[in-house]
């Protein structure tokens, strides 16, 4: 993180974490007006790959679940990184800025995925870099926000995965439940837009933002779910994260072959679960039908201001909506209870 933004975030009240901003002071008023109210958020969890060079798309087009053409200066996108077998290593999204394509990502996904795309480049004019120190990266949740941003950038973005951008900034519009903006910018053009924002909004830590992906069914893969699951498990084809027209990738066949062949028998679900402990990304669920093995995974959770834990979990459709109960852990551990996604699942 930079130096002198993280000097203004202490002088904010930030308390900070092995990976970025905690909280406030308040962590579970965070987490309540991240769901009713109007809220900004330091992303610096997140980090950035910067992909350049005259062979840069054609590279990234052979590599990711998504078309990269449709990726432009006015348009980011979803998309994921399979191995040979169509079980995706990360996901992440893209956008572009001056000669750079961006795959932003959590920081833990960063080193591996460089050291992966590197394997691959050959005699290819690319150039993969850690670009995590090249903005500043902010997000901003809420009606109010919305227009208090849209008064200090002007033009902001009014459909998910457009982008609009200038010398100062890049806004991308992401999916939420409330209006929902992502922004990458310098220092300065960060704590005035800061300030600006916290007369009438709230700022919150990391994990009130991970609760507003988790409620807008936005799934992330990190270190201990890499290769546990294909695109379709947590549900990247329904967020705009899988081309089915575009040319070859690593695992397209077995992806193209679920799409099209297959009978899909796992996907994701948003659930609460009764704990008090984090649940963690890969944790076992388990079915009463069938305890004698597990019945899903925890994709990611955030602790719920109501009590408990929201998460996304890769469930086995059969247990997930059937009559059986679900458990965290063991059979018998803190009950799972199945929520509504906020996009529709098509029916066979």
């Known amino acids: 993180m930079n130096a002198d933004w993280k000097a203004f975030l202490e002088n904010a009240g930030a308390e900070f974490g092995a990976d970025g901003v905690q909280h406030f002071g308040n962590p579970r008023r965070e987490l309540s007006v991240a769901i009713t109210g109007n809220v900004f958020a ?9 992909v350049h060079g005259e062979d840069a798309q054609a590279f990234l087009q052979g590599q990711f679940t998504n078309d990269l053409g449709a990726v432009d200066d006015r348009h980011s996108q979803l998309s994921g990184y399979c191995n040979a077998k169509g079980r995706l290593l990360a996901n992440f999204r893209v956008f572009h800025r001056g000669d750079s394509y961006y795959l932003c990502l959590p920081n833990e996904m960063i080193e591996g995925l460089i050291k992966r795309l590197r394997m691959f480049v050959l005699r290819s004019q690319v150039t993969l870099e850690d670009a995590s120190e090249t903005f500043v990266h902010l997000g901003v949740s809420g ?6 941003l849209r008064s200090f950038a002007g033009e902001i973005p009014a459909t998910p995965h457009t982008v609009c951008q200038n010398e100062q900034q890049l806004i991308v519009r992401v999916p939420g439940i409330h209006p929902r903006v992502e922004i990458f910018t310098d220092v300065d053009t960060a704590c005035e837009l800061w300030t600006r924002l916290n007369v009438h909004s709230a700022p919150i830590g990391a994990e009130a933002w991970q609760l507003l992906d988790i409620q807008a069914g936005i799934p992330m893969i990190y270190a201990l779910t890499s290769e546990a699951f294909v695109p379709q498990m947590i549900n990247l084809q329904l967020i705009d994260g899988v ?16 799409q099209y062949l297959g009978k899909l028998k796992r996907r994701m ?10 649940p963690q990304p890969g944790a076992d669920i388990y079915c009463s039908s069938d ?12 602790a719920h201001p109501d009590g408990g834990y929201a998460a996304l979990a890769v469930l086995q459709i059969g247990s997930a909506e059937g009559a059986a109960d679900l458990h965290l852990g063991t059979p018998e551990g803190p009950r799972v209870t199945l929520e509504h996604l906020p996009y529709p699942f098509p029916t066979e």
């Open 243 to 258: 081309s089915f027209k575009k040319g070859c990738y690593p695992g397209q066949e077995i992806v193209a072959r679920m």
């Open 42 to 50: 330091d992303l610096s969890h997140y980090g950035l790959v910067s």
């Open 269 to 278: 679900y948003r659930t609460m679960i009764d704990t008090d402990s984090a």
């Open 143 to 148: 009606a109010d926000s919305e227009e208090e």
């Open 291 to 302: 305890p004698t093995q597990s019945a899903g995974k925890v994709v990611s959770a955030a």
